[in-house]
């Protein structure tokens, strides 16, 4: 075991599962557990479960489950390791000072390095933007209207325009360059790796900051000159993935906000917030993840696009309405008039106009239908009934109290009356929603799918190990019991730990909900649904003596399979008659366990 006992179970004691899980999506009590929807995969009926009792969750359509440890691995998309060192700092607790893995060691050892650089190189970069070659910075910040307060609120620097500056001083520092290569601050030679070079010069620096205020990477605006690009970013490392961070969320942390604003860039939450709009965050990136999602939800329960109006911002806008909806945020978003991104309508306009744009915010739907409305010729007929259909479609995916909200927005558009509109939204079909668009990371995301059979049935074996110390012992005992039923290897490997658990017990109750939170890797959802299933089992040993029965069978049937097919290949007399005696055999066998 990589970390203490003690200490772990500790940790699990401090991170109740329903209160960590309830920060991701809401839980609701039923039958004697609590109920919500996957935050891995879409769905409309919670088929998500939570066992306070046993601390465990699972998810009965994509057979998600394990301990609060590998909720946070698929949450997060963490690894283990990553894991419990999330669950650590959630709750306060210092990182065991052994730990017996020395692979652990050094990853954590760099991951350490890595924040330890970035905090660094950003500190140089800020000194550097106020130091005299900063000044085509400062002008290029005070011609976007923002002031010093703002630049040092947000950790704002300058990357001189050389090709090792910054590598040079950071080596001045202890750091190695294979530590500044893996934080993404310098990057190799390309003709002659052993020359090392600054990945950013001659740039506006932003640092990235997560929620508890580490710094993670840099984005760098180009300030002059059109021979580059406009951004460049940190790609990921070893502590960034820009999917699973917001920016600016480390501004959030310790507000009691209804909503926040979602902007495209870096520049345009500078600016929103030097105006006094200090609830504006960014993806990173013009698409939406999922991960962003629940990350946001920490903080507010809806989101209000406003991203700009050109075709990028207006597509992603599409896609992320649906994508909050089903992180749990409320989306809405804000028409900015005039063409104008939120940075440009706020200097021109001021703080309070920006606020009545957002007070007067529409619903994801009315935004699809607006959009739908531009694409098509409303002047023609054709135009007009197109938008009529395809706006009913999207009705029709609609509660009806919802739907009847837009029908007059959808007649007016299309010129058709409200009786039409309702007539032909009775026949209408829903849009199907392009799940490919909603899908998390891998890892987090998975297809609803079912074990196969053999898998179901060995795994309702393992539950009936799981119900007590005697039931495990009984089944032993059962005719045809043996470990190697187990053909999917976390199930097996965690029998076996099962046994080993209660044989070291001394009579005490074994903490299955610790066992599971052991497993580093997929195999933990198998062992999951045993757990979850073990809840409901009456009969343990009749239960398992069924399972054993069904599994034998299975493999009778498979034999038998096997050896027709040798039968019919084999032309040796001797050898043909010594299959027939065993396919007899096992036909009487497979009889024997109906």
């Known amino acids: 075991m990589a970390f203490p006992e003690a200490w772990l179970n500790e940790l699990m004691s401090r991170n109740e599962i329903a209160s960590v899980i309830s920060e991701y999506t809401h839980l609701a009590p039923k039958g004697g557990r609590l109920w919500g929807l996957c935050p891995f995969h879409p769905e409309k009926q919670a088929s998500f479960t939570v066992s306070p009792d ?59 390095r890595l924040y330890k650089a970035n905090r660094d190189a950003a500190k140089f970069f800020h000194s550097t933007l106020l130091a005299p070659e900063g000044l085509k910075a400062r ?39 294979d530590e500044l290569v893996a934080a993404g601050l310098c990057i190799r030679g390309r003709q002659d790796e052993s020359k090392t070079f600054d990945f950013f010069h001659g740039r506006l620096m932003i640092p990235i900051i997560d929620a508890r205020g580490q710094v993670l990477a840099f984005g760098g605006r180009i300030i002059e000159g059109e021979d580059a690009a406009k951004y460049m970013n940190t790609g990921d490392t070893l502590i960034y993935n820009k999917r699973h961070n917001v920016y600016a969320i480390n501004m959030m942390k310790g507000k009691k906000l209804d909503e926040l604003i979602m902007v495209e860039g870096y520049m345009d939450v500078i600016s929103l917030h030097q105006f006094g709009v200090d609830n504006a965050v960014a993806s990173l990136g013009t698409a939406l993840t999922s991960q962003q999602v629940r990350l946001m939800s920490r903080f507010a329960k809806r989101a209000i696009y406003a991203y700009d109006g050109d075709a990028a911002g207006q597509n992603a806008m599409l896609r992320g309405v649906d994508i909050l909806s089903e992180g749990g945020m409320e989306p809405r978003v804000i028409v900015i008039p005039g063409g104008d991104d939120p940075d440009e309508f706020i200097r021109k306009y001021g703080r309070d106009a920006f ?20 694409s098509e010729d409303l002047d023609s007929p054709d135009g007009r009934q197109r938008f009529a259909q395809n706006a009913c479609r999207l009705l029709a995916s609609l509660e009806p109290v919802e739907r009847e ?50 898998t179901k049935t060995e795994t309702l074996l393992l539950a009936g190990m799981m119900v007590s110390r005697n039931d495990l012992a009984a089944i032993e005992q059962l005719t045809g019991f043996s470990y190697e039923l187990f053909t999917e290897p976390a199930l097996a490997a965690f029998a076996k730990r099962l046994k080993e658990a209660y044989s070291r017990s001394n009579g ?87």
């Open 54 to 112: 046993k601390q465990l969750f699972h998810c009965f359509s994509c057979k998600a489950g394990g301990s609060v440890v590998q909720f946070i691995m698929q949450a997060e998309s963490l690894s283990y390791p990553e894991a419990i060192r999330f669950l650590a700092q959630r709750a306060g607790m210092d990182m065991p000072e052994e730990i017996d893995d020395e692979k652990l060691r050094r990853e954590k050892a760099l991951r350490d």
């Open 508 to 594: 005490r109750t074994v903490d299955i909900r610790l066992l599971i939170s052991e497993i580093d890797d997929a195999g933990a959802d198998m062992v999951a649904e045993a757990a979850a299933k073990a809840e409901d089992i009456l009969a343990p040993v009749e239960t398992a003596q069924d399972c054993i029965r069904a599994i034998r069978r299975e493999d009778c049937k498979q034999e038998i399979a096997a050896v027709n097919e040798s039968i019919a290949a084999e032309h040796d007399p001797a050898k043909r008659s010594a299959l027939m005696q065993r396919q007899m055999e096992l036909i009487r066998m497979l009889r024997s366990l109906k």
């Open 355 to 374: 606020l009545k744009l957002k007070d007067s915010s529409i619903t994801a739907v009315q935004f699809k239908l607006e959009h739908m409305a531009r």
């Open 139 to 177: 002008q290029y910040l005070l011609s976007r209207g923002i002031d010093g307060s703002t630049a040092v609120r947000f950790g704002l620097g300058y990357a001189p325009n050389d090709w090792d500056a910054l590598f040079n001083h950071m080596t001045s520092l202890g750091y190695t360059r």
């Open 405 to 454: 909200r837009y029908v007059p927005l959808v007649s007016e558009r299309s010129g058709l009356s409200k009786e039409i509109i309702r007539e032909q939204l009775g026949t209408a079909k829903p849009i199907e929603k392009d799940t490919h668009e909603i899908r998390l990371t891998p890892g987090a995301y998975r297809r609803p799918g079912e074990f196969r059979q053999r």
